[in-house]
């Protein structure tokens, strides 16, 4: 067995690499970085574009006056099929290219710590990258030929609960029934397993997994039920434009729909959507709501606003109560965002659709929520406040345990190594 493996859970908000010593046993060193890429506009056509990976690409973007190519929660472009490729600059990138970014820029990081050239590594995947079958299987073959791409030569996949799984039975005394939920950006998984710390380092677990599952809901989706109630107002959504005199309507829906979700954002700055939402602010009376889009595409302030989202929502694991305030470039927006309002209209549906899977899950399973000795959760989504008391309400609070939120998945991935071999 070669002594050092890597563990890589590639995530819709962050990634991580774990490198595991297989001889001690132990890991030994982790990166984490966001999941984020940057391409700097060429000074010249046909000039190479030059890309920055992770809390870099931010710096450039902030530092190129938010002009260039940003792109956030990529992983979610991996079961697309009808994303083949995008041109930046002057080449052409599928998904697995821009994936591969990511995952050289890991890969590196974690090389020149070892100074060696590591070949081997379990890649994590959720239960569900897309609840359709066939872009299931479109996501985890690009993600290989990401990790080929970026040198690894034998390359393992586990869930990413069952990762966070072996972290969890580390710190265990006795064998205990767990249910792992684990949240992400872009989905929320779930495993039964049998685990015991006796029981670590054996070759074969299939036998101790009872079950997996997950649904295409995560903090992305948060973000956007964010973006839809408290921010599409202040871009036009209620505003009236009128072709034919007295005969208003509404403006299209397709506007406040693409801004709710980072991949779709660029769809409006395209030639065509900018002269249709010219020609609504035009019939909209110039309505300064209109105005307010406009500035929204034309000066690329999407992340900016979302960064706002963000920090509003993790305001709300710790407050009553949060301020989404924006002022950028014309654009005037204070809001109050309370903790009761997020929970009950919100993020009220996406709520109930993570229940409503989790309660049939465990019934087609055949286990009862008392069976269950320990929900392990993990995952920077698992810290919403109205999610975390969905499991308290279900199971007590006192099964409920969690670890190190965004790096508990990357550990037991390299973990899993062992049970492989």
Known sequence: MQKYIYGIDFGTSNSALAILDTDTREAVKLFTVPSLLFFQEPKERGQFTKVAVGQDAIDQYVQNRMTGRFMKSIKKVLPNKSFVDTRIGNRMYKAEDLVALILVHLKKLADDFLSEDIKTAVIGRPVVFDEAADKDTLAQIRLEKAAKIAGFEKIHFQLEPVGAAYTYERQIEKSELVLVADFGGGTSDFSLMRLDPAAKNLANRKSDIIGQGGIYIGGDNFDSDIMWHKGTPHFGRGVKEEFTPGKPLDLPLSYFQNICSWEKMNFLDTLRMKLSIEKSYQYSGKDF?????????????????????????????????????????????????????????????????????????????????????????????????????????????????????????????????????
């Open 289 to 421: 709501r209109v105005k307010n889009l406009q500035i929204l595409i034309s000066e690329n302030l999407g992340y900016s606003f979302f960064k706002e989202i963000e920090k509003a929502k993790i305001t709300l694991t710790h407050e009553e109560k949060a301020a989404l305030v924006f002022q950028k470039h014309g654009i005037e927006i204070e809001e109050e965002v309370s903790l009761s309002e997020f929970k009950d209209e919100i993020i009220a549906q996406n709520l109930s659709k993570i229940e409503d899977y989790l309660d049939q899950f465990l019934v087609e399973k055949g286990i009862g929520k008392d069976e269950i000795d320990v929900v392990f959760m993990t995952g920077g989504t698992s810290l919403i406040k109205p999610l975390n008391q969905i499991f308290k309400d279900k199971f007590g609070e006192a099964k409920l345990k969690s670890g190190d939120n965004f790096n508990s998945v990357a550990m037991g991935l390299a973990y899993s190594y062992l049970n492989m071999n």
